[in-house]
């Protein structure tokens, strides 16, 4: 029988995931508002197709509630840029999702034996904990969505109270032993890429006890970070070449030339001190350059992150120097497509958490992942020595 404390768990997801859409017009449910984000009401509708596939078509053997829809809630199916003309009306599809979303809670309370407690899914509460870490990770991409929404919108003047001037880089930094480090996830929470947990042996290294913040970052701008191609790799060259960046996604100048970001509920000052984000690998890769530095490999970060030595390790993601790659001994489970198609030399990992990141996926062994050019996400970075 799943703890009533994790089923709390999961119907509190269910609400936040509820909330956060419920005020949307019609259109802004449908509204495709980047080119890498599907429109809010997709996010809903795949939470609940994913759960009916895994509690009743997997599991029960019953796919009445799943066929139909199939090819539009499987992503490798259905084509962001198609997904919200194909959408019910919002308040079909709010009020569909409310019930389903209840009675999946009631089939995991299992009051009435429906679900095999047997099943290898039902081992150990592997599925409502995996089922509770999809749905957090798409709540925070919600969070991507109306942040983008809130970019688009954005028309009005906006005058910062205070403006955010450089500071330099605080060379503030932990040194990580050479040894050999106990590292990776833990079942039955751990995603596969997180496993087998090994002992790693990891060569000294100096790590930034904290991450970069706007002031840090504001230096690089104004030391022409971006117009330095000296900065940049091959690769970032090309991109900054068509993505003609000059500071992080959401930031925006005033009529006075002082910078603002734009976040979820419109504008908003700059904390000087608050960790920097939105920015690419490139980005990224082209600061450590200019601050003489390297970004961590992501196993340093994990090791230095169960030591306790790495502050401010939740404000936003950040990126690593290696690319993303099945641990010794990797095992896709439970379905090959989480994991395996994304070790394919071009996505990055980023460790860590956003301040938009559910506490269920914030922990040492958890591996983000994405290609080098994405700035929409809440991504900075923090230095290795």
């Not at 009306?89 to 089939?107: H, K, M, Y």
């Not at 490139?282 to 230095?304: G, M």
Request: contains cysteine; aromatic residues 12%.
């Amino acid at each position: 029988m799943i703890p009533l404390t994790l089923l709390a768990r999961f119907r509190a997801m269910h609400r936040y995931l509820l909330d956060l859409v419920g005020n949307l017009s019609e259109e802004e449910y449908r509204t495709q508002y980047h080119p890498d984000l599907s429109p809010a009401g997709w996010h809903l509708g795949h939470c609940l197709w994913v759960e009916n596939h895994w509690l009743r078509a997997m599991v029960q053997g019953d796919d009445s509630r799943t066929r139909k829809d199939t090819q539009y809630y499987q992503p490798q199916f259905s084509p962001k840029s198609e997904r919200g003309p194909k959408l019910p009306p919002r308040d079909t599809q709010l009020s569909e999702v409310a019930s389903g979303f209840e009675e999946n809670i009631l089939l995991l309370a299992d009051q009435d034996g429906k679900l095999d407690p047997t099943h290898p899914l039902m081992q150990n509460e592997y599925l409502p904990l995996f089922l509770l870490q999809h749905h957090s990770q798409h709540l925070e991409t919600l969070r991507m969505v109306l942040t983008q929404r809130a970019q688009q919108r954005h028309r009005h003047a906006f005058h910062p109270q205070n403006r955010l001037t450089a500071s330099p880089i605080a060379r503030e930094m932990c040194v990580l032993e050479a040894g050999r480090y106990s590292l990776g996830g833990e079942a039955p929470g751990a995603f596969d890429n997180e496993l087998p947990a090994d002992l790693i042996a990891l060569d000294s290294v100096a790590i930034a006890t904290r991450p970069i913040s706007n002031a840090e970052y504001l230096g690089f701008m104004e030391d022409n970070g971006y117009g330095n191609i000296d900065l940049w790799d091959e690769a970032g060259r090309e991109w900054l070449k068509h993505n003609p960046a000059e500071a992080p996604d959401h930031w925006r100048l005033d009529d006075r030339g002082w910078w603002y970001g734009i976040g979820l509920d419109g504008p908003q000052e700059l904390e000087p001190r608050a960790a920097v984000y939105g920015i690419s690998w490139y980005e990224a890769r082209a600061f450590a350059n200019w601050a003489k530095a390297d970004l961590p490999h992501e196993l340093s970060w994990e090791a230095a992150a169960r030591y306790g030595h790495l502050a401010l390790a939740g404000q936003a993601w950040e990126w690593c120097a290696n690319t993303f790659y099945p641990y010794s001994g990797f095992k896709a489970f439970p379905y090959r497509e989480y994991s395996s198609p994304w070790f394919d030399g071009r996505h990055y990992t980023l460790r860590g958490a956003s301040r938009f990141t559910p506490k269920h996926t914030q922990r040492p062994s958890f591996r983000n992942f994405h290609t080098a050019d994405k700035r929409h996400i809440f991504a900075g970075l923090r230095l290795a020595f």
